[in-house]
């Protein structure tokens, strides 16, 4: 047998010498844990370090480069191909962006359009003069496209419901409109066209009452049946007494005691301008609320008072006609005296019961409710209240 010594080949020396690294870091203190403990890639075999790079295993900390089994000097400002392609962190959202995401996009588009509806509403409340007929006619405008739009929609709403929904039926179209706008509501964001549109209808109807106003609910209400006067009057007399009957005076003539002495009747009315030409009389009842007379106890002025809406308010005084007729009625005004006038009046008279009218005419009619021009026409009779 051959016993000469074989000569180890160059590759067979690399082989030993990384052998023997090995064996030398072996020897080395292990990794306590300290260093980034919770690192679980390639770490150097010299400190223990985390090696971060897959294009050069060189330690970035001691320097140390495994395949050279070498000491190499490192730059501290040394960065790698790997470390720029690292993807950066996602930035954090707004609390513009946290807030658009808690309703859907849909839902803000319909708040917008409410938005701007309610912020039109109030420009034209402040910009327009109150009682003037442009915040009337805008406000009447408003509230006539406001309420048609939405009506429009609740009925191609019902139809689009009621192609669908055999049971849908015409009384739920009023009965049961939220049974109409369910199914629509579910459809949304397709049907955003239709939502957005009544939600703006029925906001814009609610804001020109509510906010911009200038509504004459009286005229509107009007529909051209004028009532008798004879009714308006004795309407107004009853309120008059409602009136009087809250302040729990027990009857007619306690009540009106707490009314006399207010309102200067022989007050003369302020000069006004110039008078355009006649106009055609107007008629009108009246209830006579007392007279004067002379020292012989002729009756020569009369104290009337007229409806004006629901008031029963003065109307101002009268030269009585000089007839056999009313020389019957003076012998019962005289009759039917009472202390304390019906209205709440001011100046020296004889009082009377509410319960004598007639028919007078007149030109025009003042603020206060006070007949100017005006003229004895006839007796309307006695009147019983309720």
Excluded at 102 to 110: D, E, G, Q, S, T
Excluded at 219 to 242: C, I, T, Y
Aim: glycine share 6%.
């Amino acid at each position: 047998m051959d016993k000469t010594p074989t000569i180890p080949s160059l590759d067979e020396s690399l082989a030993e010498d990384e052998l023997a690294i090995a064996v030398t870091s072996l020897d080395e203190p292990a990794d306590n844990g300290m260093i980034a403990p919770d690192w679980t890639g390639p770490r150097c075999e010299k400190c223990h370090a985390p090696i971060k790079t897959k294009l050069v295993e060189v330690c970035r900390s001691c320097g140390w480069y495994a395949r050279l089994g070498t000491y190499l000097e490192v730059d501290p400002d040394w960065e790698t191909g790997d470390e720029f392609n690292q993807t950066p962190p996602p930035p954090q959202p707004s609390h513009v962006e946290v807030w658009m995401n808690l309703l859907p996009k849909w839902a803000w588009v319909i708040i917008a359009t409410v938005s701007l509806v309610v912020a039109e509403s109030i420009v034209v409340r402040l910009v327009t003069p109150d009682d003037s007929w442009i915040r009337t006619t805008w406000s009447f405008a408003q509230l006539l496209a406001g309420a048609l739009t939405f009506f429009v929609c609740h009925i191609f709403s019902f139809l689009v419901q009621a192609a669908d929904d055999a049971d849908m039926t015409m009384q739920e179209l009023i009965i049961r409109p939220l049974k109409v706008w369910k199914g629509i509501f579910r459809e949304l964001p397709t049907r955003l066209w239709l939502v957005n549109t009544a939600a703006a209808g029925i906001t814009a109807a609610v804001m020109s009452v509510a906010v911009i106003g200038g509504l004459n609910y009286e005229r509107l209400l009007d529909w051209g049946f004028e009532q008798p006067k004879q009714q308006n009057l004795v309407g107004a007399m009853v309120s008059q007494m409602q009136k009087a009957a809250k302040e729990k005076r027990g009857n007619l003539e306690d009540s009106a005691r707490d009314f006399a002495g207010s309102q200067d009747l022989d007050k003369t009315p302020e000069k006004q301008a110039p008078a355009p030409p006649p106009k055609p009389r107007l008629e009108t009842d009246c209830v006579i609320l007392g007279y004067r007379a002379s020292k012989d106890g002729h009756i020569h002025t009369l104290l009337l008072g007229t409806a004006r809406g629901k008031q029963l308010v003065f109307a101002g005084a009268i030269q009585p006609p000089d007839d056999q007729e009313f020389a019957e009625l003076a012998s019962q005004l005289v009759a039917a005296k009472t202390p304390y006038p019906f209205l709440q009046l001011q100046t020296e008279a004889t009082w009377v019961k509410p319960k004598f009218t007639c028919s007078v005419s007149y030109t025009s009619q003042s603020k206060d409710g006070r007949l100017l021009g005006v003229r004895w026409e006839k007796y309307g009779g006695t009147v019983s209240m309720p």
